[in-house]
């Protein structure tokens, strides 16, 4: 019995790793289908959302499963307990790179956000396909020093969050009044996408050395 519980442990992490690399596939797509104004990449993200999700959800039913027939306790307790919470972050990481996705169908063939922005989206789309390709690693090795350099990474997000709405309030800003909100959305979903990555670094931190990092996003 005890073989087949450290099986279904195991099996918990790989989902994890699984919806974690999906996620990370997910932003590649919708920070690029974004930049370049591609309908056919940003609904190629649209359409897969649902894996993401139902993903989320069997491994969800998974660890109820366990919890349910296994009792854990300690680490194994914290492994059941931290997926929980992971996967909601992970999958509404999924729904922040469909909104990015959404942004980008719903403009073309032009693109979301006046060229004055562009540079600071193309950074933003950039340190959130780092930080997601990083979170994957973490999730894979729960190498701690990975937490650290995406609180790094979600540092520099927000400085740019701050300076998109320094320059739409700004008066030299020019754009309509549909640039000023698609703007101010997507810089939004990109901050959001890295918050949700900080907050899982926090959980694989908890559950690699059992000490807890308060959260603050």
Known sequence: MREVFQQELREVQERLVE?????????EKA???????????AEEVIEDDYRIDALAVALDE???????RQSPVARDLRIVVSALRISASLERMGDMSTHIAQLARYRFPDKVVPKSLRPTFAEMGRLDVEIARKLAELVTTENIELAEEIRNDDDKIDALHLSVFDKV??????????DT???TLASRYHERF????????KKVQYLATGDWVPEDV
């Open 19 to 27: 919806i974690a690399n999906l996620v990370a596939e997910s932003i």
């Open 194 to 201: 890295a918050d949700h990555a900080v907050s899982i670094a």
């Open 31 to 41: 920070t690029t289908a974004f930049n370049q104004s591609n309908v056919s990449l």
């Open 181 to 183: 909100v698609d703007a």
């Open 169 to 178: 309030l700004g008066e030299t800003w020019k754009g309509e009044a549909v």
């Open 62 to 68: 998974h660890a109820i499963t366990i919890l349910a």
